[in-house]
């Protein structure tokens, strides 16, 4: 049934989700109007969360799906679930100042490292064995 990688999806989505949102808000409160990208430092920060989130997203989430479907979906869950905290920590530290992103920047990466790593020798494994 896949439900662990389908939450973790939706829960990866919403941050995603208020990322786009504090965009918005972001530009009126520092007065960045569209199509305007730069401007205020507090602002370029707010931005590049969103931008940097939606790069990390397009890694995560085949990863999420491809991990929890032939290793394990309870560990697909779990290391899903560490790279969701890990970007809010890294939006939160992010947006006070920008030497603050790295614990959860880390966080986030060497959980979507973990997924790759085990997701690739999984399937190595399996294709070994498939055409044996």
Request: charged share 15%; hydrophobic share 55%.
């Amino acid at each position: 049934m896949l439900l662990g990688p389908s939450i973790i999806t939706v829960f990866a989505l919403l941050v995603y989700f208020v990322t786009i949102i504090n965009v918005g808000r972001a530009r009126f409160k520092y007065n960045v109007m569209p199509p305007a990208t730069s401007g205020d430092e507090n602002f370029e920060r707010v931005l590049r969360v969103q931008e940097n989130t939606l790069e990390q997203l397009i890694f995560f989430l085949p990863l999420l799906w491809i991990f929890s479907y032939f290793v394990s979906e309870m560990w697909g869950m779990i290391l899903g679930g560490t790279w969701v905290v890990g970007r809010i920590l890294y939006a939160w530290g992010y947006a006070k100042e920008a030497k603050k992103r790295a614990p959860g920047f880390a966080i986030s990466t060497l959980s979507g490292l973990a997924l790759l790593g085990v997701s690739l020798v999984k399937l190595m494994l399996m294709a070994y064995e498939a055409y044996l």
